[in-house]
């Protein structure tokens, strides 16, 4: 299946055209794989999903699990997480309360010994104002380091410890600061602000050299702005991109999957 595309970003990002991901099949299933290991962020507008329509799109591209935040899934797919401001009937929020300001900069899961390799973000309702999703290129911040930082950095491994929503064992994990792809070679910025340290250099060592890499990181011709409309489907590969939950006003609900991969394809923090 060749799906037709308009770009988001001249560097990477497309937006899918005539799709309806209802009828996910494994054709789709493997040319949506193809396309966000390709182009890091896939957006497919005007789709209609219920929970079990995500379920079984995740599904489609590979193992889909339960996220670490339990309190805020949906009753029917606990793979399927909530994301939201409203509260329901018996005034109690839907979702895990969100605050309204500004997201800090992340991948998914990183905190796990196997990070979720893909993700997808699903609006139901776009905030009046503000609300969307920024994205930051990895592999754009990777290739801006001068190269002896690149030869610095090639081997180093960097910290995480889940936060406090996660509903997991408080403990440390290291994960390879630069990620390479298997199947196209790109390599990648594994960093972002809530890393804890860099393994083998000291705390202020660490967050000089993490404030270092930030700094070509999250250059602002690196990032995607995206603005939510109702029925918004985004689907993008967590090696390839950090992101963030822009400010906002007024309702907000979006709906998450994680999907964990092997390694022949995408790029795997181990």
């Known amino acids: 299946m060749i799906f037709r595309t308009t770009s988001l970003t001249p560097n990477y990002g497309v937006e899918v055209h005539d799709i309806d991901l209802t009828r996910i099949n494994s054709e789709m299933a493997e040319a949506i794989l193809d396309s966000v290991n390709e182009h890091a962020l ?12 995500i379920y079984t799109l995740s599904a489609a591209l590979g193992p889909v699990e339960e996220p670490a935040a339990k ?12 994301i939201s401001n ?51 290129s990895t592999h754009m911040g990777y290739e801006a380091l001068p190269e002896t930082l690149k030869k610095r950095i090639e081997n180093m491994r960097v910290k995480y410890l889940p936060g406090k929503i996660h509903e997991v064992e408080p403990f440390e994990v290291t994960h390879p600061l630069v990620l390479t792809s298997p199947s196209t070679g790109r390599k990648t910025l594994y ?16 967050r000089a050299l993490k404030n270092e890499l930030l700094t070509y990181q999250l250059r602002q011709h690196h990032i995607y702005q995206h603005n939510y409309r109702m029925g918004d489907m985004l689907i993008y590969d967590n090696a390839q991109l950090l992101h963030k939950r822009d400010a ?19 790029a795997i923090p181990d």
């Open 86 to 136: 409203l509260n329901n009937s018996e005034s109690t929020f839907i979702g895990a309360p969100i605050t309204d300001n500004d997201g800090g900069w992340h991948t998914d899961q990183a905190f796990r010994k196997n990070p979720a390799t893909l993700s997808t973000l699903f609006c139901i309702i776009a905030p009046e104002k503000g609300g969307g999703t920024s994205f930051c």
């Open 42 to 53: 896939l957006l497919f507008r005007r789709q209609s999903l219920h929970d079990e329509d």
């Open 191 to 206: 960093i972002s602000p809530g890393t804890r340290g860099i393994d083998g250099l000291d705390e202020a060592e660490s």
């Open 248 to 266: 906002y006003k007024g309702p907000r609900f979006l709906k998450i999957t994680r999907v964990f991969l092997s390694s022949d394809r995408f």
């Open 71 to 82: 309190i805020n899934h949906s009753p029917r797919f606990k793979e399927v997480n909530y």
